[in-house]
């Protein structure tokens, strides 16, 4: 069994027109909520080299500030207020991760692999109003359950320096109503598909990852709060999200086995509140 933290730090851009007729775009960027997932593979690694299932249970924290404050224009001078859900750092709730992931060695082409997390967030809404003005003034924004899958392949790129590449297909989401508790306030329940490549440099205990996925298909459905409003809902997305991660192993064996897993973790559901979604504008997050 293992057990790993992480500690991610976000930068996310939003811009969109406001009521003065301009485009205007605020940001925000600090520590996200921090959390921690313990793992295990369902068979011994050393004897299950070329494919291995490994379940995973976390806990996510609320350590990531979810009322960031920008301007927002139009309101008469130049007020504050909190910057659009989608560029937050935290969502406002603590969660429990659930996760697994699986890989299978194919001849000597590389190992196709697969994983999928569920972030289950029992909080209902936050103190936060989504907008000070329009059809939301009065709605709370909720602490909504994201969900992220991927699958692919892995292969070497430059063996003797550790250097592995990963190709496969990404697809995140926002469900209309959580695994527990009540689902009430503003949310944007969508599936986004994206081409996820990647590469990581594994150099002894540490492990470095980048991943670039790119936006290929979109599909925003009405929350319960729009169907009770008569909108209909939806948004704008980033065309594409940049991930790096840093991974350092403390203690442990470090297997042939687990050396050639694909780094196909960075960027999952336990990093952001949802989907890099707005309305009315484009959300350009760095996660």
């Not at 940001?27 to 080299?49: C, F, Q």
């Not at 002894?204 to 290929?216: C, L």
Request: overall charge neutral; hydrophobic content about 35%; proline content about 6%.
């Amino acid at each position: 069994m293992s057990i790993s933290g992480t500690l991610p730090f976000l930068h996310g851009s939003h811009s969109r027109f406001y009521a003065d007729g301009n485009r205007h775009e605020v940001s925000s960027g600090g520590l996200s909520d921090i959390n921690a997932t313990g793992r295990t593979w369902l068979w011994a690694p050393a004897s299950h080299a070329d494919g291995n299932i490994q379940v995973g249970l976390g806990v996510k924290t609320a350590t990531g500030k979810h009322d960031v404050e920008d301007t927002y224009y139009g309101l008469g001078g130049t007020p504050s207020y909190p910057v659009d859900q989608s560029v937050q750092l935290g969502d406002g709730g603590w969660g429990v991760i659930f996760d697994t992931q699986a890989f299978h060695r194919l001849g000597n082409v590389g190992f196709l692999y697969g994983s999928g997390s569920y972030l289950a967030s029992p909080k209902d809404t936050t103190e936060l109003f989504q907008s000070p003005v329009g059809p939301y003034s009065k709605s709370k924004v909720s602490v909504p359950d994201v969900f992220s899958a991927k699958g692919g392949l892995a292969f070497a790129v430059w063996k003797r320096f550790g250097m592995s590449g990963t190709l496969g297909y990404r697809v995140d989401g926002i469900p209309q109503q959580d695994l527990f508790g009540a689902s009430h306030g503003f949310r944007r329940p969508a599936i986004v598909q994206y081409l996820d490549p990647g590469l990581s440099v594994v150099r002894g205990s540490s492990t470095f990852q980048v991943n670039i996925p790119i936006r290929t298909a979109y599909n925003f459905r009405a929350s319960d709060l729009d169907k009770q409003l008569g909108v209909p809902g939806g948004g704008d997305l980033a065309n594409y999200l940049f991930f790096i991660g840093y991974t350092h192993r403390l203690g442990g064996h470090h297997t042939k086995t687990m050396a050639s897993q694909p780094a196909a973790s960075v960027g999952g559901p336990t990093t952001s509140p949802g989907p890099a979604a707005c309305v009315d504008g484009e959300a350009n997050p760095i996660h």
